[in-house]
């Protein structure tokens, strides 16, 4: 249970740290791997597999929720400005 502990400790940590246009590809990423560790330590390699895919569909499902949204508008002059949605 402690090497568990320790690992989710580990990937929550370096979750935290990605700051990356494409979140839903990194936390997909993030979640297949955390999950697949998580799930290869409790059930083997059937856990290993189920935990990669649950790991992977909640992450993609989270970096997708989380990301900054842009948007887009024109000055006066017709330049195209970031504003805040």
Partial sequence: MLKVLVISAVALSAAACTTTERRT???ALIGGGTGAI???IAGGGT???IGAGVGAATGAVVGA???PRECWTR???GNPIAVRC
Wanted: hydrophobic share 40%; aromatic share 6%; proline share 0%.
């Fill in 25 to 27: 590809a990194g936390g």
């Fill in 47 to 49: 856990g290993a597999a």
């Fill in 65 to 67: 929720a989380t990301s």
């Fill in 38 to 40: 998580i799930g290869g």
């Fill in 75 to 77: 000055d006066r002059w």
